[in-house]
């Protein structure tokens, strides 16, 4: 069993930046991919981030260019950077991972089998 524990949201003004960190414990050595998600209020869930085990990287185009996700395999932690932040980021953000198989599209909710609780980010203009 994986279990993953972000932090790093809050309040911030458009502009801003924020970094999310995402802890995971338990069964991670066969981790293939992991990814950031998010969901505003009335929304669907949706890709931001994903980082493959050869450490490449995806992004949904609406944060290209702002946002990096990055991980630290000796601490077991994804992390995404987030600058130049607009209102329309303001959502829950989720990390997740998927153990026991590469990822297909790491922006695709569906590949995943290991959600954390999520935390909240919220820009204002």
């Known amino acids: 069993q994986v279990q993953l524990v972000e932090s790093g949201g809050g309040s911030v003004q458009a502009g801003g930046s924020l970094r999310l960190s995402c802890v995971a414990s338990?069964?991670?050595?066969?981790?293939?991919?992991r990814g950031w998600f998010r969901q505003a209020p009335g929304k669907e869930r949706e890709g931001v981030a994903g980082?493959?085990?050869?450490?490449?990287?995806t992004y949904a185009d609406s944060v290209k260019g702002r946002f990096t996700i990055s991980r630290d395999n000796a601490k077991n932690t994804l992390y995404l950077q987030m600058d130049s932040l607009k209102p329309e980021d303001t959502a829950m953000y989720y990390c997740?991972?998927?153990?026991?198989?590469?990822?297909?599209?790491?922006?695709?909710?569906?590949?995943?089998?290991?959600w954390g609780q999520g935390t909240q980010v919220t820009v204002s203009s």
């Open positions: 980082i493959d085990n050869e450490a490449g990287t």
């Open positions: 997740a991972v998927k153990v026991g198989g590469y990822c297909d599209d790491s922006l695709d909710r569906s590949e995943y089998n290991f």
């Open positions: 338990g069964y991670t050595y066969s981790t293939y991919c």
